[in-house]
């Protein structure tokens, strides 16, 4: 069995009031569609990822275990051995939304949304000679090669695309919209592209810039809202609960993680205070 790349990419997009955190993976689908805190099996294979650079030949066995007693993660097994597991370069990686919102209009009006993105240098992947070789002669190739090409000026761009799916629709799919282990056929609801995300330079200051961003998927805006879906709503746990213990009770306050418009903070004194 080859080891291969799940890669989350995860977004701060500012909007004109804070900003909402968009977080992605480079496959369609995740292994489990309940919340890791309530599943065993979730928290077993979290801690095999956790050591797997470590200890392969332990991996690969519990990760056979795991996928043998959890038939819901075929699906995303089936796409993680594929080609996209070994992508050509962070350049050339989609991004799927997985989880599902719900966009909110003035009226009140609901549609489910899967959020896609899509690279202007297209889908790429490499074979396994060339995996293999990249990996031994450069661990960090896939953070150099886009760390190079923005230095470079040669600026990595990414279509936004959105899937709408009506509320009243949930019903009459064969398939449960709000399990993040399925995939909403496009032939049945097309993406339609919305935006562009240019990467147009590397970060000036690692700590305040990288190690201090705190994505939430709770952070939503005006327009968009939360859905059913089990997995979401356990990340929406879990994600706050991971920022309060790594950076602190006032990580809002920080400049990366703070809105754009004015706001009145309640929050007092307590580590990482800014205000």
């Known amino acids: 069995m080859r080891e291969s790349l799940v890669w989350w990419q995860t977004i701060n997009l500012e909007t004109e009031t804070m900003y909402y955190v968009e977080s992605s993976l480079n496959l369609t689908m995740k292994f489990l569609k309940d919340s890791p805190r309530t599943t065993a099996f979730g928290t077993k294979f979290l801690s095999i990822l956790s050591f797997s650079g470590r200890l392969l030949t332990m991996f690969i066995s519990f990760y056979r275990d795991y996928i043998s007693l959890k038939p819901?993660?075929?699906?995303?097994?089936?796409?993680?051995?594929?080609?996209?597991?070994?992508?050509?370069s962070y350049r050339h990686i989609q991004g799927f939304g997985v989880n599902t919102f719900v966009f909110v209009t003035k009226e009140g009006k609901r549609t489910y949304v899967k959020f896609h993105w899509t690279p202007h240098l297209g889908t790429h992947s490499l074979v396994w000679d060339e995996a293999l070789k990249l990996n031994g002669q450069d661990p960090d190739f896939h953070r150099r090669d886009l760390y190079d090409s923005i230095n470079a000026g040669a600026y990595p761009k990414w279509e936004l695309?959105?899937?709408?799916i009506p509320v009243e629709d949930e019903d009459k799919l064969p398939f449960d919209i709000l399990d993040c282990t399925k995939y909403v056929p496009e032939e049945m609801y097309p993406v339609k592209n919305i935006g562009t995300m240019e990467l147009n330079r590397n970060v000036t200051d690692y700590f305040s810039e990288t190690e201090q961003v705190a994505f939430c998927t709770s952070h939503i805006v005006p327009?968009?809202?939360?859905?059913?879906?089990p997995m979401l709503q356990a990340r929406n746990f879990s994600y706050l609960d991971?920022?309060?213990?790594?950076?602190g009770r006032n990580f809002r306050q920080l400049p990366i993680n703070k809105p754009v418009c004015p706001y009145m903070n309640l929050l007092r004194d307590g580590q990482m205070v800014c205000s």
Not at 223 to 229: K, L, P, Q, V
Request: proline share 3%; aromatic share 6%.
């Open 72 to 88: 819901e993660s075929t699906h995303m097994i089936a796409w993680h051995l594929s080609d996209r597991g070994i992508p050509r």
């Open 161 to 164: 695309g959105v899937q709408l």
């Open 223 to 229: 327009g968009i809202d939360y859905s059913n879906d």
């Open 242 to 247: 991971t920022q309060l213990s790594r950076v």
